[in-house]
């Protein structure tokens, strides 16, 4: 469980890049702790980030080195992600589900294999049984032999489901390299924001910033994600 766990925070911090805002540290927009300027707020997006990007993160080694050093996994763990920038100033990033599923199909299997793996060793460290015997008791007690237990109860869908809604709607302002991307305009700070560099039809996320910090790219963090590069559809 604490790896499905683990694997589930990966998932949640691509919703995360997407809102660009730790939700468990919302405060009041003051005069002391002001967003972007309004004469920024007042502007409309800069018409060269106007549009619909397509980009994909890949988190293979993330996901190894959360695992444990010594993981051996097949495949790659990519996400492929959708971003649109619109005219009016709303901004929305979606999971491409069955580019994503169809990517990391490799590494889901491979994770399964692994899962199955520490099952059997698990039950036989814990007493003196066989991998026939773990078969028998799983066709026993759930009607199915283990792999397809384990296959049942952790697939790309479940995985998914554990980390709630992936499409996230929100607003944005791009000005001088900054791109600002939070639920609403009062949640936009002058500090947080990711650094970007936009080049003709190349987007690219090169790194992320809040209150002021630059992320550093460890497990429980947006940089982690980054840098990610976009192209315009």
């Known amino acids: 469980m604490k790896k499905l766990r683990i694997l589930a925070l990966l998932l949640v911090l691509v919703c995360l890049l997407a809102a660009c805002s730790n939700k468990a540290e919302k405060k009041s ?29 890949d988190v293979t080694q993330t996901m190894a080195d959360s695992l444990g050093g010594d993981t051996q996994l097949n495949g790659s763990l990519v996400f492929a992600l959708q971003l649109d920038l619109n005219e009016d100033g709303t901004a929305k990033m979606t999971l491409d589900k069955d ?9 889901m299997q491979s994770l399964t ?66 791109l600002y991307i939070e639920d609403t305009e009062a949640e936009i700070k002058d500090d947080t924001y990711m650094a ?13 910033y809040e209150n002021g910090v630059e992320s550093d790219g460890t497990a429980d963090s947006i940089g982690m994600l980054l840098p990610m590069t976009f192209t315009r559809n």
């Open 113 to 178: 294999d692994m899962m199955l793996e520490q099952i059997y060793q698990v039950a036989e460290q814990s007493g003196d049984t066989t991998r026939e015997a773990i078969d028998a008791e799983f066709e026993s007690q759930y009607g199915m032999t283990t792999r397809e237990y384990v296959e049942s109860n952790f697939n790309f869908d479940t995985l998914l489901s554990g980390m709630g809604e992936l499409n996230v709607d929100g607003v944005y302002r791009y000005t001088d390299g900054k």
């Open 29 to 57: 927009r003051t005069d002391a702790d002001k967003s972007v300027s309004d004469a920024e707020e007042n502007t409309q997006p800069s018409e060269g980030i106007v549009g619909s990007w397509s980009g994909q993160a």
């Open 99 to 107: 580019a994503t599923e169809a990517a990391s199909a490799e590494f």
């Open 196 to 208: 970007v560099t936009l080049d003709g039809d190349t987007l690219t996320l090169d790194k992320y």
